[in-house]
């Protein structure tokens, strides 16, 4: 019996050839480790043994790795390392900053000690110049990780077009502006290619803003960042299911996002619709006593 035979029945890649088997280079799905919620080994075990072929990378969200056992999170690693997952760490490089000099490039011997694949490095919360940056990317690169860039897009709330159904020719009163950053994206897409032309393997756009409610999302921020960045190259965090169903119906199922672990067969069941024309609830009818 074939590893994939364990999985649903409605699920095939051979059939639906929306992406192929891991490891993928397309269509990933990231899942979010233990921050908001306390993930026990056993409970991963559960998520890889039931819907690991669709879980591409896992992620200690908000540096939660440092405060955890070395011995645990090694454990941790070679569970998801066991399942084909790629381990990642979250945003905590900025707590090194004050350290001297050299404690980033500890820090990467450290992270490729435990058994981490990826180290991610929040742009915003480091605050450096551009130059530095690239160097942690090299540095990251030459100890032998995978280097992932976060890049957080800030827009103004006030220039989300106002929904819902009005009268032509009624007043429609202009939205207070906010005191929110507006980000320049030409700029952080810049900054993102140099990134990728220094070694990065895949640029996370942490779009809160954007992504939070699908019916407000800037669709043009997110193309003009996939259009220059590609698809491949990019992934986007989908904080709900709506969104997740935006980014698949606009961008296919062949799009990278980084969800919830309890968001994993939701956006799974998504993909497949997408490709194989299925509704959700038929995709899950198959699937939902594995629960």
């Known amino acids: 019996m074939s590893s994939s035979s364990v999985y649903y029945q409605w699920k095939s890649f051979e ?34 043994e039931t819907v690991g072929q669709f879980v591409d990378g896992l992620k200690f969200s908000g540096g939660s790795h440092s405060l955890m056992p070395k011995s645990f999170i090694k454990e941790v690693i070679d569970m998801a390392h066991r399942h084909d997952v ?31 694949d990826t180290i991610e490095l929040n742009v915003g919360s480091l605050g450096v110049l551009e130059e530095t940056l690239l160097r942690y990317v090299r540095l990251i690169k030459s100890g032998g990780l995978k280097a992932k860039p976060q890049f957080a897009v800030k827009f103004n709330k006030s220039d989300i077009p106002i929904g819902g159904h009005r009268a032509f020719g009624a007043y429609v009163p202009p939205a207070p502006r906010s005191s929110e950053m507006v980000e320049d994206v030409n700029l952080l897409i810049n900054m993102a290619e140099r990134c990728l032309e220094a070694g990065a393997d895949m640029i996370m756009i942490d779009a809160d803003d954007i992504c939070k409610d699908a019916d407000s999302l800037r669709a043009d921020i997110i193309a003009k960042v996939i259009g220059r960045l590609g698809l491949e ?16 119906k606009h961008y296919g199922p062949k799009v990278n996002l980084f969800v919830d672990h309890s968001q994993v067969t939701s956006l799974e069941c998504l993909r497949g619709r997408r490709n194989t024309g299925k509704t959700q609830a038929s995709a899950l009818g198959s699937s939902y006593f594995l629960f």
């Open 15 to 48: 059939e639906d050839e929306d992406r192929p088997e891991k490891p993928r280079g397309f269509g990933v799905t990231e899942m979010r480790g233990p921050q908001y919620t306390i993930l026990s080994q056993n409970m991963l075990q559960d998520v890889f």
């Open 233 to 248: 190259k990019t992934m986007f965090e989908a904080s709900n299911t709506k969104t997740a169903d935006w980014f698949i």
């Open 86 to 116: 790629y381990v990642s760490t979250g945003d905590w490089a900025e707590h090194l900053l004050h350290k001297g000099p050299t404690a980033f490039k500890e820090y990467v011997e450290e992270c490729k000690s435990l058994g981490f």
